[in-house]
């Protein structure tokens, strides 16, 4: 029950939000703000509720969907999905706080797709049968679509369109393999499916995953829906929803196709790989603040899919970290982003410059997050991307050298970016009355860098629980769990 | 000379027919000694009581009947695929009538008369032709001769030539009428043609008889006859490349004859196509399902890729009645039992949404009082946040999004195909719908997105309430997101109601 309620609040507040004809904009986002943070308790009730020790589905429910085809509504938690529910439920409350004092027009219909969105995400992470979860997955572009339509910066339309093109080829692409998978097994139960060896199938959840994380070259609708998007939105697509993917891999692409997995590793590595460092790159010419946190999003997926393509217990773990962490670092630096726009009504770093002076609070808060982006030693993104390196390796120094490149162009583009907004001389957008972060905007951003600075002192406080923490090793746990 | 005799009529079985027939003459008659005002509420009440009632009648025979039976020496069936057919008949024709209900008004209180009535006249005819058309459904879904299955086409048709004409003072209206009427016929010229061919090769009229002498049958006469009924079915079905009335059509006729036209038409000869090639043609099942899975795929192509440049969203909406013929097309072509059930639940939630979908916009044209086109859309979706709201749950909808059970329907129709071995066709589908979300979200695009459009506010302030029309929506809305939650009956009636055909696999 807890974890169908965990799904089920959200989307309920939303449609609560919508049918209240009477809710003044403040009176709506406090609703909003209110159900994102009772999520956020049932969700530190789930964490107590998990039993860390054993693995395995927790919290389980289950329902006949239609009998028909074996289609049953089924969700539950495995201690790795509960760290990405955990991410939603906080960055959910942050978009809606965030969302609240920027004072968004139509405030019923944006706090109530935002609901709605961290509604469905729940559910992509909690799924246990093939079709819900892909239920859940279409379920998210929808507010989506309609949070950058309406909401967006000047050019949405091009935007939004190219996403859902996008994003509905591979899932539609993934429809075809659920089909395929689920009447091979008789069952689209997650829980109860064999292994299988058809490349096929598992191309086509590739292809899902490959666009939602994104993977390059799959990216292309990335660069138009981060920047139009407004900041909240791009927070939570670029920390929270690319996240699906990499669940998607974890719960069903490795414990089900072990063979074509293995058959084609290098192919992913070297996309992988090879997106890492592109997009890097971009990242370092990108010519606006959003343009190096969409960019720098890209490069960190690309590394999370090293490590889940490593397959083994380092890679995994420290793709769970960086999932994690970089949901965080992203939906900070976007928020961060929306600050600076709102101050200076341009987001291109030509026109942006010495904002430090006189903004101490903007200034720590911006090279803290930063810092942490750049994978500096005793952070949690360096104890996340260590483990990547660590079990990549092992297939080859290559990859790893790979990685360690990217983190080099890293801490270059992150020192470009604060460089350009907080250093030099004041660009020609920058007012000089323009404040710094309000109490507001410290309450939001510090408590996502609170608990980015509780990971970096303590990763293994996701690492050491997750995976079920067999010695056996975790990608054998993973198998095993998957029949 | 042999003695006439009398055949046992089963009037139960016919009672749908019976009740739509009998509503539809005392609409009629009642109608011309009422007063003008007086006729359209009566009209639409007896219209919406009887087709409640033929649902009701379908509802109960489907209860009642495990196994199928014919009636009138063999002439008509009766069993649960027809009456799952007639309930969607009814139940599409149930929405129409709400959305019909105040098509005459004419939208600033200007002079010049538009919409298919004006002052009470024509009404009673309206609503008779629009009964007569149900009527007429409702008999052809239980055909199992040839010859019925041409008499309830061409009873329905005729009815339809006329509603999509009843627009009188449009000549769009007109023009729409004279080209369904041109094109229809030939369609059904084609249609009788095949049946006299397959007559001659096999001396049979009756579906089932037709399988058992197929064998000895002259196979040439037999395989172009079988080709000309499907091509005759697929004009109804508007299956590309058999479609060229469609947009034309849907776009002249009065939008709540197109919002009926385009959900039961569909139903009635889908579920025809699918009755006739399993009992009379198992034997030439490799032909057929080829031929299906080719017009699917061109219908998919055709109707997406005009969709596409649309303006005028009535015609967008008639491609893509176009393309989903295409998809509705795709289980047929597996011709299994997968596959009649994907295409029974398929109806059903595309009936809700196509009905839903035109009564928004006869609701937008009423208010402005002109054709509805991407452009004059815009800020609908905020002036209106009930109707706006509905149409891009219906848009949202037809790509498969999780607002609608249509969602399960292609994911019934793919599993279909998937598991007749046919993964390309599954993927056909997969390409058209993502083909499809550019124009399906441009509505909720022009909606929402845009800012308002409205020319000058209408005299008198905001539009009058329509509540039948506002009730239509709702229950569109019901049926499509319900028959995603609840699919599980929904899909159980599905499966009784193909049960009573053999399928060859």
């Known amino acids: 029950m807890l974890t169908t309620a965990l799904i089920v609040l959200p989307i309920a507040g939303a449609f609560l939000l919508w049918l209240l004809p009477w809710a003044t904009a403040r009176a709506a986002g406090g609703l909003a703000l209110l159900i994102a943070l009772a999520e956020l308790f049932l969700w530190v009730v789930a964490l107590q509720r998990i039993d860390f020790a054993s693995g395995g589905l927790q919290l389980a429910t289950e329902t006949v969907w239609f009998a028909d085809l074996g289609v049953s509504y089924k969700v539950g938690l495995y201690d790795f999905s509960l760290w990405l529910v955990g991410l939603t439920a906080l960055v959910t409350v942050a978009a809606v706080a965030y969302g609240m004092w920027a004072g968004r027009e139509r405030p019923r219909a944006y706090f109530g797709l935002l609901l709605f969105l961290a509604g469905a995400t729940v559910g992509v992470f909690t799924a246990q049968d093939l079709l819900l979860f892909y239920v859940f997955f279409e379920a998210m572009l929808i507010p989506l679509y309609v949070l950058i339509g309406v909401w967006g910066g000047v050019r949405r339309t091009a935007a939004t369109l190219k996403f859902i093109v996008y994003t509905m080829a591979g899932s539609l692409l993934m429809l075809v393999s659920i089909i395929a998978l689920g009447l091979a097994n008789d069952t689209f139960d997650m829980t109860r499916l064999a292994t299988s060896d058809n490349q096929w199938i598992f191309l086509g959840f590739l292809a899902a995953f490959a666009v939602k994380a994104p993977l390059f070259p799959f990216h292309g609708w990335l660069p138009d829906a981060y920047r139009e998007a407004p900041s909240e939105v791009s927070a939570l697509l670029s920390g929270v929803i690319s996240k699906t993917a990499v669940y998607g891999v974890l719960r069903i692409v490795l414990p089900t196709f072990p063979e074509p997995v293995a058959d084609w590793r290098t192919v992913v590595l070297a996309l992988a790989a090879v997106g890492l460092v592109y997009a890097s790159l971009l990242a370092f010419r990108a010519p606006d603040v959003r343009g190096v946190i969409a960019y720098s999003s890209l490069a960190q997926m690309c590394l999370i899919f090293l490590g889940l393509f490593a397959v083994n217990d380092s890679g995994l773990s420290g793709a769970l970290l960086l999932s994690v962490v970089h949901g965080l670092v992203s939906a900070s630096l976007f928020l961060l982003a929306g600050a600076v726009e709102r101050r200076t009504g341009t987001g291109e770093l030509g026109r942006l410059g010495g904002m430090a002076r006189g903004r101490p609070i903007l200034a720590t808060f911006f090279i803290t997050v930063g810092v942490i982006a750049l994978a500096v030693p005793f952070s949690a993104a360096f104890a996340g991307e260590f483990l990547i390196l660590n079990g990549v390796f092992v297939h080859g120094w290559g990859w790893a050298v790979a990685g360690a490149v990217a983190i080099v162009l890293a801490a270059m583009y992150v020192l470009r970016l604060v460089s350009a907004v907080l250093h030099q001389d004041p660009g020609p957008s920058v007012p000089a009355h323009a404040l710094d972060l309000r109490p507001a905007e410290i309450g939001i951003v510090g408590a996502l860098l609170a608990v980015l600075l509780a990971l970096s002192f303590w990763p293994a406080g996701i690492t050491d629980h997750a995976f079920g923490g067999e010695p056996a090793g975790k990608v054998t746990s993973l198998v095993e769990r998957g029949r | 000379m042999t003695e006439f005799q009398k055949p046992d009529i089963d009037w139960a079985a016919l009672s749908p027919s019976l009740v739509l027939m009998a509503a539809a003459a005392v609409v009629l008659v009642v109608g011309v000694l009422l007063p003008r005002g007086a006729r359209r509420p009566f009209g639409a009440t007896v219209a919406a009581l009887a087709l409640i009632a033929a649902g009701i009648a379908a509802g109960v025979l489907f ?422 939650i609840v699919a599980d009956p929904l899909i159980d009636l599905a499966r009784n109601a193909v049960e009573s055909l053999q399928f060859p696999h």
């Open chain 2, 63 to 484: 209860s009642m009947d495990d196994t199928a039976s014919t009636l009138v020496r063999d002439s008509l069936v009766r069993d649960r695929l027809a009456e799952f057919a007639q309930m969607l008949v009814c139940g599409a024709g149930l929405l129409a009538v709400g959305v019909s209900y105040w098509e005459s008004r004419s939208p600033r209180g200007e002079d010049a008369p538009r919409g298919l009535t004006d002052d009470g006249e024509r009404v009673s005819e309206y609503y008779t032709l629009l009964l007569a058309a149900a009527g007429g459904m409702t008999f052809f879904v239980q055909a199992d001769t040839l010859m019925t299955l041409f008499l309830g086409l061409e009873w329905f048709s005729i009815a339809l030539y006329v509603l999509t004409a009843i627009g009188v003072h449009r000549l769009s209206s007109l023009e729409a009428g004279l080209k369904y009427l041109i094109v229809g016929s030939f369609g059904s010229a084609i249609l009788l043609f095949g049946s006299a061919l397959v007559y001659g090769a096999t001396g049979e009229l009756e579906f089932g008889r037709i399988a058992e002498a197929s064998g000895d049958a002259d196979q040439l006469f037999l395989v172009a006859g079988l080709a000309m009924l499907i091509v005759g079915l697929a004009f109804k079905i508007s299956a590309a490349p058999f479609h060229m009335w469609t947009p034309d059509v849907y776009q002249g006729a009065p939008t709540p004859v197109t919002a009926f036209m385009a959900a039961a038409t569909k139903v009635a000869a889908l579920v025809v196509t699918v009755r006739l090639l399993v009992v009379a043609f198992p034997e030439q099942q490799d032909l057929w399902t080829v031929a299906l899975a080719v017009i699917a795929c061109i219908s998919l192509a055709w109707g997406n890729l005009a969709a596409l440049v649309q303006t005028n969203v009535k015609r967008m909406l008639a491609y893509s009645s176009v393309s989903h013929a295409g998809f509705l097309l795709i289980p047929v072509a597996a011709g299994t039992a997968l596959g009649g059930r994907a295409l029974l639940y398929y109806l059903v939630s595309y009936a809700a949404l196509s009905v839903g979908s035109f009564a928004v916009v006869a609701a937008r044209e009423r208010e402005l009082g002109e054709d509805v086109t991407f452009a004059n859309l815009g800020g609908f979706g905020w002036e209106r946040p009930f109707l706006g709201l509905s149409m891009a749950l219906f848009m949202l909808g037809f790509i498969g999004l999780p607002t609608s059970g249509l969602l399960l329907g292609k994911f019934y129709a793919f599993a279909a195909a998937y598991e007749r071995g046919w993964t390309w066709l599954a993927l056909a589908g997969v390409v058209a719908t993502v083909l499809s979300v550019p124009y399906y979200l441009g509505v909720i695009r022009a909606m929402f997105f845009s800012p308002a459009q409205l020319r000058a506010v209408p005299a008198g302030g905001s539009p009058p309430r329509d509540w039948p029309l506002t009730a239509a929506v709702v229950g569109a809305l019901v049926v499509s997101i319900g028959s995603l």
